[in-house]
């Protein structure tokens, strides 16, 4: 299971912090990833990191304003959102895969989490 959280409203050039918790699984061993969803648009990828840590890609709309981490020792993957923007609003979903972090296509992420709204006011 993956458990998302951290969202909510904030003011344009503010920052948040979402979390995603998994349990049940080896966490280590997966590629996590962050996606979006704004309403009336498709699930967008964000960012990924590898199973270490030591590796990330984003997309380019958040480079140089979020940053994905993961601690394996607490199982939970983070996005610091800096900079936020109105386009920035949407569902957030955490989602894990086995394999290649590189992947940034919705379709290859195998366990995904329930969402958390962040929304920017202008």
């Known amino acids: 299971q993956l458990q998302a959280s951290g ?3 904030v003011q344009a050039g503010g920052s948040l912090r ?6 049940g699984r080896t966490f280590s061993d997966y590629v996590m990833g962050w996606f979006r969803q704004a309403p009336g648009k498709e699930r ?7 199973w ?17 981490s993961r601690d394996n020792a607490k199982n939970t993957v ?3 959102m800096n900079s936020l923007k109105p386009e920035d609003t949407a569902v957030y979903y955490c989602a894990c895969r086995d394999g290649d972090y590189r992947i940034a296509v919705v379709d290859e992420y195998d366990y995904w989490g329930q969402g958390t ?3 920017v006011s202008s």
């Open 52 to 68: 270490r840590g030591r590796m990330t890609l984003y997309t380019d709309s958040v480079k140089g304003r979020f940053t994905i």
């Open 117 to 119: 709204l962040v929304t």
């Open 7 to 9: 969202g909510g409203l």
């Open 18 to 23: 979402l979390s995603c918790a998994a349990s």
């Open 78 to 80: 983070y996005l610091q």
């Open 44 to 50: 967008e990828f964000v960012a990924t990191i590898s």
